[in-house]
């Protein structure tokens, strides 16, 4: 593979006529109860979605709404990683670099894209405009992931090298959440010296273990939240992180159970009120589940968990981890929103970032960036103005 090169999603279609063939074989679980969403994903929205999926779904149209934006892929330390690449409309775009969770992908940030990019087009200054850079994590989508690395602890640097010996950004800035919080986190300890200002919306979870004094009564509440969560929401964190391999086989096989696994958390961890759709048409939601599909890749995603939970391992225990008590230099900003899996008070976050900017947001969930795109893009043009 040259350094870098143009890429463009193209599915064949011996793919989508396989998946079609197991929708239409689909077996909905018998069930003597309805008990909505509360004991995992909802049995009656999945057939729904399932049959909208087989008859009125089409890949084609979304395959070439995605292809609209700019695809590549680099060869980054002999890794396979696929990035979007847009350009910004201003006098001296900043470069910005967004950084996804689980379970999603670049797909995450496509709504938010235009709204970096083009500030003067959709209500904003021109001189707020981001050059903006969106990699799939190694082992999501396009992305690669070998079992030798990188793994969860290099991500981090990987990004680094993109930005800056690929794309040649001698100063840039970074924004994350869920695991792309870790990665903004690993940005913001290793590479300050590059690193304008890094944009979290929430704090990554690894710090709850850290060991504090003096807590806050917040700081205790949040805290608290997150052993509830541990209890009664992390069942999946647990699984995919110590037996990646038995779920990724069943969903790897069954298009109708990676969507019963992707949906639950897309509805669980949402500002929708109890109606997924409010956040999610159903084009969105089995776009998302499409690209974990066609990529074949929902079992190497799985892997960024078994790098949490078994830091024993040797592909996980070098690189960045190397610099875990790293102070973390560069200024930070958060946009908390109501809905995200847990909220930390800004007195927590003020524990292990230089905090320089902090909003709380009236609505909106884990997925900041599809639920509410125009607020988010605003905190980052404020946040990032002062580095420009």
């Known amino acids: 593979m ?23 074989a689909f077996r909905i679980p018998p069930s003597p109860e309805d008990r909505g969403w509360e004991d995992g994903t909802n049995l009656r929205y999945l057939a729904e979605l399932v049959d909208y999926w087989r008859d009125r779904f089409e890949w084609r149209a979304q395959e070439a709404a995605l292809n609209r934006l700019g695809h590549h892929l680099a060869d980054v ?27 999603d992908g670049f797909q995450r940030f496509i709504k938010l894209i235009p709204l970096l ?19 799939s994590l190694p082992g999501f989508g396009f992305s690669l992931r070998y079992e030798q690395g990188p793994a969860r602890a290099d991500f981090g640097r990987l990004f680094h090298r993109l930005m800056t010996e690929t794309l040649g ?8 959440g869920d695991i792309g919080a870790v990665v903004c986190d690993q940005l913001c300890r290793n590479h300050a010296d590059a690193v304008v200002g890094v944009h979290f919306t929430n704090v990554p979870m690894g710090h709850t273990a850290a060991d504090t004094g003096n807590l806050t009564e917040a700081e205790r509440t949040f805290l608290a939240q ?3 969560f541990q209890k ?13 391999w038995t779920p990724a086989a069943a969903l790897n096989d069954s298009p109708a159970g990676l969507a019963a696994w992707i949906v639950e958390k897309m509805y669980a961890w ?26 074949q890749s929902i079992g190497t995603s799985f892997l960024c968990y078994r790098d949490f939970t078994k830091p024993q391992d040797r592909a996980t225990s070098h690189g960045a981890e190397e610099n875990a008590d790293r102070s973390r230099s560069a ?20 524990r292990f970032y230089e905090v320089r900017h902090w909003s709380v947001m009236p609505a909106g969930g884990h997925f900041a960036a599809w639920e509410e795109p125009a607020r988010l893009a605003a905190d980052l043009r404020t946040f990032f103005r002062p580095f420009r």
């Open 331 to 350: 200024p930070a900003g958060f946009a908390v929103f109501p809905k995200e899996i847990a909220n930390a008070p800004r007195e927590w976050a003020e």
């Open 232 to 244: 009664w929401g992390a069942g999946y964190m647990h699984i995919q992180g110590t037996k990646p």
């Open 2 to 24: 040259k350094m870098v090169e143009p890429y463009k999603i193209a599915v064949d279609q011996a793919v989508l006529d396989d998946l079609s063939t197991r929708l239409s």
């Open 77 to 103: 330390d002999g890794i396979q990683l696929h990035f979007i690449h847009e350009r910004g409309h201003g006098p001296a775009p900043l470069p910005l670099v967004l950084a996804h969770g689980w379970p």
């Open 270 to 295: 949402s500002d929708c009120q109890g109606d997924i759709e409010r956040r999610f048409t159903k084009d969105e939601i089995l776009t998302n589940v499409m690209l974990y599909w066609i990529t």
């Open 117 to 135: 990019i083009d500030p003067a087009a959709h209500g904003g200054d021109a001189a707020d405009a981001f050059d903006v850079v969106v990699p």
């Open 226 to 228: 997150m052993r509830q």
């Open 169 to 176: 950004y001698a100063r840039y800035g970074a924004h994350g």
